[in-house]
T-cell receptor
């Protein structure tokens, strides 16, 4: 059984650019959630996708957007990058919304 | 939304010592998970424990849902137990029931 995988593992971008992060869910999981973790903090919920539809969103601006594909993999897109977007981005998959979540290894984004 | 408080924020142990980490939450939950975040940032699942007691080797956890707290016990600690331990919950109902809300974590350092 393949776990949750994320790519890339590290990324450096310039302020104002756009970035796309990718996540492959665990086999059989139809729900993917994205979290942002700033240094020294707990992860903060960005949004969740369930069967290709957005199923909930945290307090993040519209320049954070996402997508889920028919195979349940997912993308997180961030436009107009700001310095404060520098963080570890974590993807989690679960069998259903609210179910036990399993996390990928994360993508560390640095905005300069 | 639901509030999650973890204590203590920092803990230093001698190798071989035992410890108890606490997680308090402000509302009823349908999911509670304990994670260990390794130095590379990955969140490792320890327990899925909305209620009751579970054990896995040197680790065990107890959640008393009616009193809104959970405890994580680490016995005979090893240096590899070092890292940050997070408690995360899904509220039982209402807005946000699909998202995990994390505490700020307990940073554990086990010294030889």
């Amino acid at each position: 059984e393949t776990g949750v995988t994320q790519s890339p593992t590290h990324l450096i971008k310039t302020r104002g650019q756009q970035v796309t992060l990718r996540c492959s869910s665990q086999s059989g999981h139809n729900t993917v959630s994205w979290y942002q973790q700033a240094l020294g903090q707990g992860p903060q919920f960005i949004f969740q996708y369930y069967r290709e539809e957005e199923n909930g969103r945290g307090n993040f601006p519209p320049r954070f957007s996402g997508l889920q594909f028919p195979n349940y993999s997912s993308e997180l897109n961030v436009n107009a990058l700001e310095l404060d977007d520098s963080a570890l981005y974590l993807c989690a998959s679960s069998l259903a919304p609210g179910g036990e979540a399993f996390f990928g290894q994360g993508t560390r984004l640095t905005v300069v | 939304g639901i509030q999650v408080e973890q204590s203590p924020p920092d803990l230093i142990l001698q190798e071989g010592a035992n410890s108890t980490l606490r997680c308090n939450f402000s509302d009823s939950v349908n999911n509670l998970q304990w994670f260990h975040q390794n130095p590379w940032g990955q969140l490792i699942n320890l327990f899925y424990i909305p209620s009751g007691t579970k054990q896995n080797g040197r680790l065990s956890a107890t959640t008393v849902a009616t009193e809104r707290y959970s405890l994580l016990y680490i016995s005979s600690s090893q240096t590899t137990d070092s890292g940050v331990y997070f408690c995360a919950v899904n509220p039982l109902a209402g807005a946000g029931s699909y998202q995990l809300t994390f505490g700020k974590g307990t940073k554990l350092s086990v010294i030889p």
